[in-house]
């Protein structure tokens, strides 16, 4: 059963029904826009696992000639023309209208590179995520190589609303990779935030807030030429008139919904750094379009409070949520419950159960290795932390089964070892004894 987020949280911001989705089966999109094909290039550098997927039959797997269904006609998107030359209010009113049509989500997974993939937000998603973003493609590489495409982003008719997330520097590029996708979802977003060193080195990312021409030039492509809205996600700048001016750019351009992370491209330790959220106030009180809040949340009071501190569309979460793909329902680790002045309960439920509910998706919906891996240190880390062996076990282990991974969480249990996730006294008669939402 897919849990619900607190109730008190939708009684303070009322949603409209979410609208029918579009059918379609889980799919990659190697076999979409042929007419944009080109002699394939040299395949990324890849290490073991990233040549090994967890679908058995990837290797041998041919691409289907099936044409994405359209998208739907009722959206203020789609109405058979990209949205070309609108006033700032009418292209405000369509971008309200769009995000209306979605249920006006407020709990997203944010996106996550190598981690925010499909099995990982259909988990999110069964507790308590309302919209997710995929991990950051790169556009250029997404718009040249079949294996990528096929291997880097999969989708099924339950994962939706869906940001499909791209890092970019070229505009035609950008528009390329975004009309592959654009049948399968409901944002194309502009990865304007990364401050990692792969980003500087690619000239992406929060690395274009030296170059706001080109940014101002990519979302234009997008918002003339989609039958999408395009999205963008930033980081702040160290003034906050310079964050203003560059968010009011981005509308002007035509960005339909603004994710502002509340930190400098220089604040990367999020453990250490707290998010700015008057500046995310600042920014939502300055534009017309929706504006959602990334930053500090790391459990349901966060929620809460941040959507009333910043008055944010909603919020996005990614540390948090990998550690604890359940944050949205309610549940916390106990590092979040010492020193709290309110008491909790065992939720009866822990990081191995959410594990095994994690590659049960994995199974129905294949993904590379690297990325499985990379879930079980997350989701495993306090238990890897007492039993270090069972870690080194997983480390030594360079080519991964599901039986073998199903049996690294029996041995943890096996040695008696559970470590509970927390829920407020308050809550405990809204989760019933399967963690489910009452």
Avoid at 109 to 122: G, I, K, Q, T, Y
Avoid at 180 to 200: F, S, T
Avoid at 370 to 381: D, E, Q, T, V
Avoid at 393 to 415: C, M, P, W
Wanted: hydrophobic letters at 35%.
């Amino acid at each position: 059963m897919k849990l619900k987020p607190y109730n008190f949280i939708l009684s303070l911001f009322p949603t409209s029904k979410t609208p029918p989705k579009s059918s379609m089966a889980a799919s990659s999109l190697s076999q979409t826009s042929t007419s944009f094909h080109t002699s394939a290039p040299p395949e990324p550098p890849q290490d073991l696992d990233d040549l090994l997927s967890s679908d058995p039959r990837s290797q041998e797997r041919e691409p289907t000639q099936s044409h994405p269904s359209s998208v739907d006609d009722a959206s203020p998107f789609s109405n058979g023309e990209p949205s070309r030359c609108l006033g700032a209010w009418s292209r405000a009113e369509r971008a309200w209208a769009h995000w209306a049509k979605l249920g006006r989500p407020k709990l997203i997974v944010a996106p996550m590179v190598d981690n925010s993939e499909l099995p990982f937000r259909m988990l999110c998603r069964k507790y308590g995520a309302e919209a997710a973003y995929t991990p950051m493609l790169h556009s250029r590489i997404f718009t040249e190589n079949e294996k990528y495409r096929r291997m880097e982003f999969t989708t099924c008719k339950e994962d939706r609303p869906l940001f499909v997330q791209f890092c970019a520097n070229d505009p035609d590029t950008l528009l390329e990779a975004a009309q592959r996708v654009e049948p399968y979802c409901d944002y194309v977003d502009i990865n304007l935030g990364c401050p990692q060193r792969i980003a500087r080195r690619g000239n992406y990312g929060a690395f274009l807030m030296d170059n706001l021409p080109l940014v101002k030039s990519l979302v234009q492509k997008l918002a003339v030429n989609l039958n999408v809205p395009v999205s963008c996600k930033i980081r702040v700048f160290p003034k906050l008139e310079d964050t203003l001016t560059y968010a009011r750019m981005l509308e002007e351009a035509g960005c339909s919904l603004l994710a502002v992370h509340g930190r400098t491209r220089d604040e990367k330790d999020g453990k250490k750094i707290r998010a700015d959220w008057s500046a995310i106030k600042a920014v939502k009180n300055a534009l017309s379009i929706p504006v959602l809040a990334n930053g500090n949340i790391r459990h349901m009071d966060d929620v809460e409070t941040c959507l009333k501190e910043t008055g944010a569309d909603g919020v996005l979460s990614a540390e948090s949520l990998l550690e604890n793909p359940a944050v949205f329902a309610g549940f916390r680790t106990a590092d979040w419950i010492v020193g709290s002045e309110e008491s909790h309960k065992d939720g009866q439920l822990d990081q191995a159960e959410l594990l095994v509910e994690y590659l049960k998706f994995c199974e129905k919906y294949p993904v590379p290795w690297r990325m499985i891996r990379s879930h079980m240190h997350k989701m495993l880390g306090d238990w890897f932390r007492i039993h270090p062996q069972v870690r080194d076990e997983l480390n030594a282990q360079s080519i991964l089964t599901f039986e073998f991974l199903y049996g690294l969480v029996d041995k943890l249990r096996n040695l008696g070892l559970r470590i509970p996730l927390y829920v407020k006294d308050a809550d405990v008669e809204r989760i019933s004894a399967n963690g489910s939402a009452t």
